[in-house]
């Protein structure tokens, strides 16, 4: 449902720390993705872990999915642009997340889950970002929440862009999801050529933003498609204005930062390492099943 919004408007700009192409990487049981945000930028875009970007129209590339795996102490969130996923978890939760639809899992003390495409042909596309936990909430119970496309919220703007919502807020409007300890943003954001798009950000949050489609321009910096910009975080300014050089769309993401140790080892992200050799005994002990 699109709804009304309150103008917000930004008086300095973020600019462009450096743009960066991600890393093609093969995960599940064969699935071609491209890693976007890999593991030696987690501890400059705090308290984000991880941003995989797939698409393709060729079966063999996506068909034999994500058979079960374990995860313990973060969030995930899987973003479906177009095509048919099914997720089953451990904690007897199940669900099909479909074109424009989100699945939130929150891991926590530990869930064991299933992400399998239910489509034979056709174009599957989508995001999976990994959310860090505070450590006070990484051994939580595991939690799991279907978004249909229909219940993301959404807004548009005189300028012509469309704006969804996952999670945060943007121009007044609230989106799906909301979280304390973290603060995520995450728009979806649909820009006709020449318009531009201003979202506030609060000083000391991580961003940064993927283009998918067209060509996006920050402070004089283009963003051409399948490019991850990491915005900078400038004394003085207030958020970030996006230009589309043409019909552009990307990802906004941007969040606060835990400023605490991250220890992964895998599907594991914990604070030391003892925490993720329990992690991995408790796994081996078959202990998620039952968390």
């Avoid at 642009?81 to 939760?93: I, Q, V």
Wanted: zero cysteines; aromatic letters at 8%.
């Amino acid at each position: 449902m699109t709804q009304q919004v309150a103008t917000q408007t930004v008086t300095r700009t973020r600019g462009v720390e450096r743009v960066l192409g991600g890393q093609f990487v093969m995960d599940g049981a064969g699935v071609k993705i491209n890693r976007v945000l890999t593991q030696p930028l987690q501890r400059r875009l705090d308290p984000f872990l991880m941003l995989d970007a797939f698409g393709s129209d060729k079966a063999g590339d996506y068909i034999a999915g994500f058979p079960e795996h374990p995860h313990r102490g973060f969030e995930t969130v899987t973003y479906m642009l177009t095509g048919r996923m099914r997720h089953r978890d451990s904690a007897g939760n199940e669900g099909l997340v479909t074109n424009g639809g989100v699945q939130w899992m929150t891991a926590g003390r530990g869930v064991i889950h299933s992400e399998m495409p239910e489509q034979e042909e056709g174009l599957m596309e989508g995001f999976q970002l990994w959310l860090n936990l505070p450590a006070k909430d990484k051994m939580s119970a595991p939690w799991y929440r279907d978004i249909p496309n229909e219940e993301v919220p959404r807004f548009a703007l005189p300028s012509g862009a469309t704006v969804q919502v996952i999670a945060g807020s943007s121009h007044g409007v609230a989106g799906a999801v909301q979280r304390d300890g973290t603060e995520p943003l995450y728009l979806d954001i649909d820009l006709p050529e020449g318009a531009t798009f201003e979202q506030p950000l609060p000083a000391g949050h991580n961003a940064f933003l993927y283009v998918f489609r067209g060509e996006a321009v920050v402070e004089g910096k283009g963003v051409p498609q399948a490019r991850m910009a990491i915005l900078d975080n400038a004394q003085g300014a207030d958020g970030v204005r996006i230009k589309a050089a043409t019909a552009t769309r990307l990802l906004l993401i941007a969040g606060r930062p835990l400023n605490e140790p991250i220890a992964q080892y895998g599907p594991f992200v914990m604070n030391t390492q003892a925490e993720v050799f329990q992690a991995v005994e408790d796994f081996r002990a078959g202990r998620f099943a039952a968390a």
